[in-house]
């Protein structure tokens, strides 16, 4: 039997907030959380970009010193998202057995591998820290999330590139459709904005160059994009059965109502152009919602900025939903916080879910020239959704050829 998965709680820290309320309210109110970097090694190594969307509250002012110094900025980003979404859950009482981790990120702890590296080649051996390995490990974000909350179900990491976090996601809803757990923790996280990957994203010519003008250099959409920008932090979503909501009286969001996942099985970096594995994730998540293309009043989509991406995804819509997609309000939120990696499809479902409880999709900025390949309902400022049911997408894609797409509908 099909089980409703209900959304209680929300958590985020990002370029725009240090929390998920912050975060909404500066992305309705058009904020760009890009901005150049002041660190030695911009100029040291001589980078081409110099920007990024770095998180606007860092983690050694929210965590305790004993709990930020034994987790790389990843699982720190980690742990303070999914802290406010399960105090925003009403911090729940749950057996521990019954409460799951669906958690990913898709680099990892690069800062604490690439840090022992350093102190390897410089200081020797002895000096490089024994915590080094539990800290850089990809699962370090789950498993910290995890024993804090005594979560026992489970506490499972994916790493799928950029739509990492929204596997994640589709996960969660399967592990509670199949009765593992009656509460899942839920998202993903990153913390990336290092020199060696500015440096590669930059020798892929992905990222955009726009360093004299940060704030307007993500454009989804905009005939002049060059790339995305670097983004980092946490988003955690706390997914329950409904009957379990229920029983605890707990303030429902919406409903995780379905969510698929796809292959391209094409290139390792570019996505299908025709984007037809990202419309079979698309229709699969619609099925498994019950709900049909007609339904859909909202769409999150993934639109990093990139020339070739972007129109990918559109491709991948119009096969989905032909010439209607023009009239369905859609957001490029990557515009405002820039591109979080294993961490922004959880950032986006979390986004999606807020659209849906306030009626309100939110802007898409930067776009000054529409490109006419991008026939789609965008606007600078928030697009109201109307009264009646509604029911929206967020689509996360990542290198690898990995589709993942999430439907939320609104109670």
């Known amino acids: 039997m099909t089980k409703k998965i209900v959304i209680t709680g929300i958590g985020a820290t990002s370029p725009l907030g240090g929390t998920a309320r912050e975060s909404w309210e500066a992305l309705l109110a058009g904020e760009s959380g890009a901005r150049s970097l002041e660190h030695d090694w911009v100029h040291?190594?001589?980078?081409?970009?110099?920007?990024?969307?770095?998180?606007?509250?860092?983690?050694?002012?929210?965590?305790?010193?004993?709990?930020?110094?034994?987790?790389?900025?990843?699982?720190?980003?980690?742990?303070?998202?999914?802290?406010?979404a399960f105090a925003d859950a009403g911090s729940p009482e749950i057996e521990p057995e019954r409460l799951g981790v669906d958690f990913s990120t898709g680099i990892g702890g690069l800062w604490t591998l690439l840090d022992a590296w350093d102190t390897l080649r410089e200081k020797g051996a002895r000096r490089v820290m024994p915590m080094t390995v539990?800290?850089?490990?990809?699962?370090?974000?789950?498993?910290?999330?995890?024993?804090?909350?005594?979560?026992?179900?489970?506490?499972?990491?994916?790493?799928?590139?950029?739509?990492?976090s929204t596997e994640a996601l589709v996960n969660a809803y399967e592990h509670l459709q199949a009765g593992l757990a009656d509460a899942v923790i839920a998202g993903g996280s990153e913390s990336a904005i290092h020199p060696?990957?500015?440096?590669?994203?930059?020798?892929?010519?992905?990222?955009?160059?726009?360093?004299d003008d940060p704030a307007t250099a993500s454009r989804p959409y905009d005939i002049t994009r060059d790339g995305f920008v670097m983004g980092e932090g946490a988003a955690a979503l706390v997914l329950e059965t409904?009957?379990?909501?229920?029983?605890?009286?707990?303030?429902?969001?919406?409903?995780?109502?379905?969510?698929?996942?796809?292959?391209?099985?094409?290139?390792?970096?570019?996505?299908?152009?025709?984007?037809?594995?990202?419309?079979?994730?698309?229709?699969?998540?619609?099925?498994?919602?019950?709900?049909?293309?007609?339904?859909?009043?909202?769409i999150?989509?993934?639109?990093?900025?990139?020339?070739?991406g972007d129109v990918a995804e559109v491709r991948a819509l119009h096969r989905i939903f032909g010439e209607r997609v023009r009239d369905i309000p859609v957001s490029a939120t990557k515009a405002?916080?820039?591109?979080?990696?294993?961490?922004?499809?959880?950032?986006?479902?979390?986004?999606?879910?807020?659209?849906?409880?306030?009626?309100?999709?939110?802007?898409?900025?930067?776009?000054?020239?529409?490109?006419?390949?991008?026939?789609?309902?965008?606007?600078?400022?928030?697009?109201?959704?109307?009264?009646?049911?509604?029911?929206?997408?967020?689509?996360?894609?990542?290198?690898?050829?990995?589709?993942?797409?999430?439907?939320?509908?609104?109670?």
């Open 44 to 84: 040291q190594y001589e980078l081409p970009v110099t920007f990024a969307a770095e998180a606007k509250v860092r983690p050694d002012t929210v965590l305790e010193r004993p709990v930020w110094k034994r987790l790389d900025p990843s699982s720190q980003f980690a742990l303070i998202a999914a802290k406010e």
């Open 134 to 164: 539990p800290m850089l490990m990809p699962n370090a974000p789950s498993a910290a999330i995890s024993m804090h909350f005594e979560a026992r179900a489970y506490a499972r990491t994916v790493a799928s590139a950029c739509a990492s």
């Open 196 to 211: 060696i990957t500015l440096a590669s994203f930059s020798s892929m010519q992905a990222l955009s160059r726009r360093n």
């Open 242 to 298: 409904e009957e379990h909501a229920l029983a605890r009286g707990a303030r429902i969001y919406a409903e995780l109502a379905g969510g698929a996942v796809t292959a391209d099985s094409f290139h390792i970096t570019a996505p299908e152009p025709e984007g037809k594995g990202a419309s079979r994730a698309v229709e699969l998540a619609l099925s498994a919602a019950g709900a049909t293309a007609d339904d859909v009043t909202h």
């Open 300 to 308: 999150n989509a993934h639109a990093t900025s990139t020339p070739v």
């Open 336 to 411: 405002a916080h820039g591109h979080l990696l294993g961490g922004t499809g959880a950032l986006e479902a979390v986004f999606t879910t807020l659209a849906l409880v306030e009626r309100s999709a939110p802007p898409t900025i930067n776009v000054t020239e529409q490109d006419p390949d991008a026939p789609l309902q965008i606007a600078p400022t928030p697009i109201p959704l109307g009264e009646g049911p509604q029911l929206a997408i967020s689509n996360s894609f990542g290198f690898g050829g990995h589709n993942a797409v999430v439907a939320i509908r609104s109670v």
